[in-house]
């Protein structure tokens, strides 16, 4: 079993900037690809970036290119998502979640386990 836990989220004016964190316990953290995704109110949940089980390979989503950075630790077990030059659109609760493969994916259905996400709120 693999445990996932976000933190970092926030209210953010626009244009500000948030680091997302996610702590994984459990199984060999270097084994699993990993990936943010986000849901808004009223919306289905989307992809947002993913990086390689070794982190040598990174996906995102193209609302978020060039603004979102995905990365890992494999010593801290731990997977970060910056998020720069945030906009309103951004707002959604943000999800960390495993996969049991070794390249990154953005299909949901792709994944294993799943954290309880954090709240990123970004405001005029």
Known sequence: QVQLV??????VQAGGS?????????RTFS????GWFR???????EFVAAISSGGGMTNSADSVKGRFT???DNVKNTVSLQM?????EDTAVYYCAA???????????????WGQGTQ???SL
């Open 6 to 11: 976000e933190s970092g989220g926030g209210l």
């Open 18 to 26: 948030l680091r997302l964190f996610c702590a994984v316990s459990g």
């Open 31 to 34: 084994a699993y690809a990993m």
């Open 39 to 45: 849901q808004a109110p009223g919306k289905e949940r």
């Open 70 to 72: 995905i990365s890992r």
């Open 84 to 88: 720069n030059s945030l906009k309103p």
């Open 99 to 113: 996969a049991s493969r070794r390249y990154p994916i953005r299909g949901s259905e792709g994944y294993d386990y």
């Open 120 to 122: 990123v709120t970004v």
